[in-house]
């Protein structure tokens, strides 16, 4: 509760966001506002309907996405995609509390290399820029009791030199440091150097899927080891919704995120 008796806006969010344990299964969709093809997701109010009946806590959608399938995901939680400056968070924050979003996720890319974004003058610009845009973000976003989740890919998402365990451990304390409430990071790798990026971040930290693995055991045995490391949960895409088996690998994930199983034993939900 906070002064006067008022309902904490905040927590009730991330009630909708989290499970009662803690711990967050959130299905990413929104890589069509970026991504050249996406086939996956031609029928985005089916998949969100389908990743919810097997067990999703919540999904990741941006404004488009949201505004379509927003009926299909009111009973669960909601993330909103935004690619903002620090001139539109307040627009961006506006926009999410008008869809009806529970929470926001942005991006921050410590150390970018301007040449490898010839659109921005130099890479400064870009990296102080994004950091900037998580600092408006936050702020904007404590005004109105909505959570703020950043995603930290050093080096920007052409730059895979530059995901060692340390560097990743560093990146993702600077977004936490910008006043994110969670922060969304990769895996390193192993369960002793994402522990110590668990415990070097400030905020509850969740594992982001990247590229579609070559298996499915693999992707819960990631899931499994980063859990066991202290993770707060995934926030997974193409790995649930690209699988043949929507429904079953989400189930699967919820099997571990929530169940403690083991990797072999959640994949027998998929099969």
């Not at 999703?56 to 949201?66: S, T």
């Not at 927003?70 to 995609?81: D, E, F, L």
């Not at 340390?166 to 977004?175: G, K, S």
């Not at 990071?185 to 369960?191: L, P, Q, S």
Request: proline share 3%.
């Amino acid at each position: 509760m906070g002064l006067g008796g008022m309902v904490d806006r905040k927590s009730l969010r991330v009630a909708r966001l989290f499970g009662e344990d803690g711990r967050s299964l959130t299905v990413a969709m929104d890589h069509a506002r970026a991504f050249d093809t996406i086939t996956g997701l031609a029928d985005v109010e089916s998949v969100v309907g389908t990743v919810l009946a097997a067990g999703a806590d919540a999904v990741l959608l941006p404004p488009g996405g949201l505004a379509k399938a927003g009926a299909a995901a009111a009973a669960a939680g909601v993330w909103m995609s935004v690619d903002s400056t620090p001139q539109t968070a307040a627009q961006s924050v506006e926009l999410a509390l008008r869809l009806g979003a529970d929470g926001i996720k942005c991006e921050c890319y410590p150390w970018v290399d301007g040449d490898r974004y010839p659109q921005y003058s130099a890479a400064e610009s870009l990296w102080w820029g994004m950091n900037m845009n998580a600092v408006s973000l936050a702020n904007e976003c404590r005004k109105w009791g909505l959570p703020l989740i950043a995603e930290a890919v050093p080096g920007g998402w052409d730059d895979e030199t530059q995901r060692s365990p340390e560097r990743l451990a560093a990146a993702c304390r600077v977004v936490s440091e910008c006043g994110a409430d969670f922060v969304k990071a990769f895996y390193t790798g192993d369960r002793e150097s994402f522990r110590r990026l668990v415990d070097n971040c400030l905020v509850p930290v969740v594992v982001l899927g990247g590229a579609r693995k070559g298996s499915e055991i693999e992707v819960l045995q990631m899931v499994r080891d980063a859990m066991d490391a202290g993770a707060a949960g995934i926030m997974m895409g193409r790995n649930i919704w690209d699988h043949e088996n929507v429904a079953g690998m989400t189930a699967a994930l919820a099997a571990i995120i929530h169940a403690g199983a083991a990797a072999e034993t959640a994949a027998r939900l998929i099969r």
